[in-house]
């Protein structure tokens, strides 16, 4: 059986690439943010390049902190509920109702959130710091040793703190299978980089309809099926259901899904790519890339 990932009818979905902090017309935060708020109602998302405070909202938020080093407390009114240093790679949940200060500006990629969290996820998850987190192989890191901290879980067996309308896990990727989220039941999907090795990159497709049916790619289309687009720091990827991609090079990311990452919503593609290869006979620099391992059979994670 072959799982689509969208309609048959519209236009295919595309990833946005944005350097957080650069003004750039053609790849602008705000496009970025919009299109996420227009697929995903009720969320939003704003980055602030030195928040010192966020004052109380009704919605809840979720602080991914990008920059900078700070003392942070978050308050209920004058009573001040958690207080925690924060650097990068850390997440604070400021509830419906709180609001957070900080004693030096840090850089944060800030989600609103429409679900308030479960009470036992606490303000400050500090996947480096808290002993509850340890390495989790998966996802896009499956080799053994491989670093992946769950910050915010699905399902309580690969994390302690669960939350379903928005997860993350810092991960260092190296070589991942090629895969895409369906657009019925999957998940779109945030990069935010944070280190990068030179040659750190990012492969996609908006092709995935083409892919998944491998039969109907001519030769001629072979050279438009995939992107390959460099990562570095501050680099924000924003993926919606339904694009495929791949991260390979060694790159340092939180990886963030909206709602959460939902079991058996990672669907490979690379026996795909590995079909299209031998039937069209492209092999060396001409032949599709692919994870070797993930072309061997088909992939539902």
């Not at 109602?41 to 991914?64: H, I, K, N």
């Not at 989600?111 to 500090?126: G, L, M, S």
């Not at 092709?207 to 995939?226: H, M, W, Y």
Request: aromatic share 6%; with cysteine.
């Amino acid at each position: 059986m072959t799982l689509l990932p969208a309609c048959a009818t519209g236009p295919a979905p595309q990833p946005r690439f944005v350097h957080l902090g650069a003004n750039d017309p053609a790849h602008s935060f705000e496009d970025l943010a919009s299109a996420f708020a227009d697929r995903n109602p009720g969320y939003g998302l704003q980055y602030a390049p030195t928040l010192e405070a966020l004052s109380a909202d009704t919605a809840t938020r979720v602080v991914f902190v990008q920059g900078g080093e700070s003392a942070v407390e978050v308050f209920s009114g004058s009573t001040a509920v958690a207080a925690s240093d924060a650097t990068v790679g850390d997440v604070i949940l400021v509830r419906s109702g709180q609001r957070l200060a900080a004693t030096r500006p840090i850089g944060a990629l800030v989600f609103t959130i429409p679900e308030p969290p479960n009470d036992d996820v606490p303000t400050f998850v500090r996947p480096d710091w808290d002993p509850r987190i340890t390495d989790t192989p998966g996802g896009c890191a499956t080799e053994t040793g491989a670093y992946r901290r769950i910050a915010l879980t699905w399902m309580r067996k690969n994390g302690p703190y669960t939350y379903h309308a928005i997860n993350a896990h810092r991960v260092r990727i190296t070589d991942s299978f090629t895969h895409y989220h369906p657009t019925e039941g999957g998940f779109d999907e945030f990069y935010l980089v944070q280190m990068a090795q030179p040659g750190a990159r990012l492969i996609t497709s908006s092709a995935t309809r083409r892919i998944v049916q491998p039969g109907s790619i001519a030769r001629d289309e072979v050279g438009e099926l995939l992107q390959i687009t460099e990562l570095h720091p501050g680099d924000l990827v924003y993926l919606p259901r339904g694009v495929i991609h791949r991260g390979l090079g060694g790159v340092l990311a939180h990886v963030i899904t909206v709602p959460g990452f939902v079991p058996g919503s990672e669907i490979g593609v690379d026996h795909h790519l590995a079909a299209i290869n031998a039937r069209l006979g492209l092999d060396g620099d001409a032949a599709l890339p692919l994870h070797a391992d993930g072309a061997k059979r088909a992939i539902v994670k």
